[in-house]
């Protein structure tokens, strides 16, 4: 697909500390749509960076039909203008799944790689230098047909927008304080929970909140049916680390298809540790804490790539984690999925792939 360019009459200034970038801020000057009109995607273009025309009765406002991605792309260390996407075809495999669940129309793979390679290549400049920086990829897509039937739009609008991006807590690569959430469930089976949509993110909000509130930074949801088993961590997928094997929830519908996730494990296993994809239970965390036997525990994501659990908070009591330390398998698998994403170290599993 061709993409039509249209520039903003006035380029915007870059962020002045990338220090300070902090996460989802920092937009840049441009923006891609393609249209989805009469089971069609057409009009690929790039423009303006801007608000959207919608109507105030486009099908995603009211029903939520609505899916999304994160991605990221990186300076590489020896070259910084050369710029790298991780693991882009595993990004387009998940919309496409998301779009199947959501009852929206996917998009192929191609298309959707090409168009960020495209939208990237117009905001360069905005791709930050400085280490544990990136640019952060949100390509969305949302039903807009003006109807207020509750039915599959036949319209769509999917758009990809770029920000300059630091670290996603303001805690950086710190250990962080989790709330074990035993009411409020994340994903029931049948659900949409291995969708990426909107809901599933509006229905965290107030658990995390009031979880916020009690000065804890996440919480880590358990499973709907019984509330006893570990599923996700916030935004992200919860691993463990009990008597040196990683323990992490199994992909059966309620948990995300994480990029971070499945590169995380394929890096454990090649530094010779035991990943179990298994349901593990809230219990046998509290009990691995007692004995001593949980030496880790992190979270993995794309905003947020892999972070450290300090402390988790359940039914009233507090267990530290590795002495609210990063533990060193943790750091290990950072530094590695950092090193290849940024070419410190060779990316001998072709994840990067160049714009
Ligand atoms: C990501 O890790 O990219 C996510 O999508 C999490 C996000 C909702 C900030």
Redo the contacts with the bound molecule.
């Keep these: 697909m061709n993409f039509q360019i249209t520039h903003p009459k006035e380029l915007k200034p870059l962020p002045s500390d990338e220090s300070k970038l902090s996460f989802g801020k920092y937009f840049t000057d441009h923006m891609l749509k393609i249209d989805y009109l009469e089971n069609n995607w057409t009009n690929g273009r790039i423009e303006p960076y801007g608000p959207l025309s919608l109507s105030p009765a486009a099908l995603v406002l009211h029903y939520g039909q609505e899916i999304f991605e994160?991605m990221k792309a990186f300076r590489q260390v020896n070259d910084k203008d050369k710029l790298s996407l991780f693991r882009p075809d595993k990004n387009a495999n998940r919309f496409n799944l998301s779009a199947e669940r959501m009852c929206m129309p996917t998009i192929e793979e191609e298309v959707f790689v090409e168009s960020i390679k495209a939208v990237i290549r117009e905001d360069k400049r905005w791709i930050p230098y400085s280490e544990g920086t990136s640019l952060y990829i949100r390509p969305t897509m949302i039903a807009t047909e003006e109807a207020l039937g509750v039915h599959p739009s036949s319209e769509y609008l999917y758009y990809v927008i770029l920000c300059s991006v630091g670290s996603?807590f303001p805690e950086g690569f710190n250990p962080t304080k989790i709330f074990v959430e035993d009411k409020f469930v994340r994903a029931a089976q049948g659900g949409t929970g291995e969708a990426?949509t909107g809901g599933n993110?509006a229905a965290s909000l107030l658990p995390t909140k009031r979880a916020n509130s009690e000065g804890y930074s996440q919480v880590l949801w358990l499973d709907a049916q019984d509330h006893s088993k570990i599923e996700e961590v916030g935004?992200?997928n919860q691993f463990f680390v009990i008597d040196n094997e990683l323990y992490t929830a199994p992909l059966k519908g309620t948990v995300l298809r994480g990029v971070t996730r499945e590169s995380v494990i394929q890096l454990a296993q090649d530094k010779g540790y035991k990943v179990n994809e298994e349901a593990i239970t809230i219990s046998e965390v509290i009990e691995a804490s007692k004995t001593g036997a949980l030496q880790e525990a992190f979270g993995a994501?794309?905003?947020?790539s892999i972070a450290p659990v300090g402390e988790l908070y359940y039914k009233g009591t507090s267990y530290i984690v590795n002495k609210n330390q990063v533990g060193k398998i943790t750091q290990e698998l950072y530094e590695s999925l950092i090193g290849i994403q940024t070419g410190k170290i060779e990316d001998s599993y072709g994840w990067n792939i160049e714009i």
């Design positions: 994160g996603y990426k993110y935004a992200m994501g794309t905003a947020a």
